[in-house]
């Protein structure tokens, strides 16, 4: 066995081919080994290092550090043998940059200096590039700011002869939180967008895909703001048709006869042009233009003509109108002058620490104008009056009357086809309940 063996090593030592990969191989090994412990020393930049920043004590004094941590790496030089060095043997990871805030006391930019050091024996770090950073500190704050649509091609369109009346933006406000020092200068929130010509001339509603600018701060200020949307920013350019309708007006406190019989009146003018979103053919389209409301308090017996001041606001008002003239026909119905009477005054609200006395002659309530017709008004005395006179304002005890308006119904079924005219207010002594 031992003789087989022996003979095995003596036919494998005198082999030429085996002798000759076995001394290229013991050739290599004895090269890595010298070349490893006797090996010059030689540099590495290592790039795209994250920096460690502590911001403990800023934090602990209310304020927080504003700076890109995507953005922040450290390129890092370091010497060392080759073998130690190397891709292979020193990773990125190995190394590690830190840099600290020290005490915060106001809202300032600081620069913070790296130190570096190699998590591995015989490498030395050679350069730090940057050697610092800036970094801005300032106490958090939120606020809540409202977002306005914006075309960045609009002036480009509006050449083209292109107009857009309405722009929705989607969201309409939006809540920011940042440093307090830049949350004050925000002056606007824009949602910008642009409109391609191909969705022109305009079919349907539209929807650009936006994002959002803040005026009065810049690149870097931004660059430090938080804020959340629900769904993508975008602004909705509603379908706009227009239509030709006739305008009409409400008329309110008018007596019952006139819920079923409105009383004849006309408008002038008497149509506008109304925009709406939708098409033509959709039954958003609206039939008439409501121009405001009149108080039947305000309409005697005769022909009245009131005035109403167009609504500039209103952005579905397309005719250029300033004021709306209405003339009401109420000459059928007559009139008459009754005399109130204390016997039918209550006032409101009432008072478990003061007693009222109102002083109608003082206050010219002995001339309430009645209006109806006239078979009606012959139905109609003081006693059908009810005066309920508002004392809310009067809280204080006083020698002197005190002036307080006064809301005059009248009692009776003659009333379904009469009303109070005017305003009327009455003179009212306040006086102490005795204990």
């Not at 001394?23 to 090994?29: D, E, G, K, N, T």
């Not at 050449?159 to 920011?176: A, C, D, H």
């Not at 149509?271 to 308090?297: K, L, Q, R």
């Not at 609504?311 to 009754?338: G, P, Y």
């Amino acid at each position: 066995m031992n003789k087989n063996h022996k003979s095995f090593f003596e036919r494998l030592f005198f082999n030429n081919k085996f002798l000759m990969v076995f001394s290229l191989l013991l050739a290599i090994v004895l090269w890595a080994i010298v070349k490893a412990n006797y090996s010059e020393t030689t540099t590495r930049v290592i790039t795209g290092v994250k920096p460690s920043i502590d911001i403990s004590l800023a934090e602990g004094s209310g304020y927080k550090a504003y700076y890109d941590k995507n953005a922040m790496t450290v390129d890092v030089t370091v010497s060392g043998r080759t073998y130690d060095i190397n891709a292979y043997s020193l990773k990125e990871s190995d190394i590690s940059v830190k840099a600290t805030s020290g005490y915060v006391n106001n809202a300032e930019t600081k620069t913070l200096k790296f130190s570096a050091e190699a998590d591995k024996a015989g490498v030395k770090i050679v350069k730090i590039s940057p050697k610092s950073a800036k970094i801005f500190f300032d106490r958090e704050q939120s606020a809540q700011f409202d977002v306005k649509p914006r075309l960045k091609n609009s002036d480009e369109l509006t050449q083209k002869g292109y107009q857009f009346e309405t722009l929705l933006p989607n969201p309409t406000t939006i809540s920011v939180t940042g440093p307090a020092t830049v949350i004050s200068k925000i002056e606007n929130v824009y949602l910008d967008a642009n409109l391609s010509e191909k969705l022109l001339p305009q079919k349907d509603v539209i929807e650009l895909q936006g994002s959002l600018s803040f005026e009065g701060l810049s690149e870097e200020e931004t660059g430090y703001l938080e804020y959340k949307t629900d769904n993508p920013p975008q602004i909705i350019i509603p379908y706009i048709s227009k239509a030709e309708v006739p305008t009409e007006v409400k008329f309110i406190n008018q007596p019952r006869f006139f819920d079923e019989h409105p009383p004849k009146y006309s408008i002038s003018p008497a149509n506008v042009t109304v925009s709406y979103s939708g098409s033509e053919e959709e039954s958003a389209a609206p039939t008439s233009y409501m121009i405001g409301t009149i108080d039947f308090s305000t309409l005697k017996n005769g022909v009245n003509t009131v005035k109403i001041d167009a609504d500039n606001q209103d952005a579905s008002l397309s005719s250029d109108v300033n004021q709306f003239k209405v003339t009401v026909d109420l000459s059928s119905f007559s009139s008459k002058t009754i005399d109130a009477t204390a016997s039918n005054v209550f006032f409101q609200p009432q008072s478990t620490e003061f007693e009222y006395e109102a002083l109608l002659q003082d206050a010219g309530l002995n001339k309430v104008k009645v209006i109806g017709s006239a078979q009606d008004l012959e139905n109609i005395s003081a006693e059908n009056l009810q005066l309920v006179i508002d004392v809310s304002d009067l809280s204080a005890a006083s020698d002197t009357a005190k002036s307080a308006n006064v809301n005059i119904t009248i009692q009776s079924e003659a009333s379904r086809n009469c009303w109070i005219y005017g305003n009327y207010k009455a003179n009212v002594l306040v006086k102490e309940k005795a204990n």
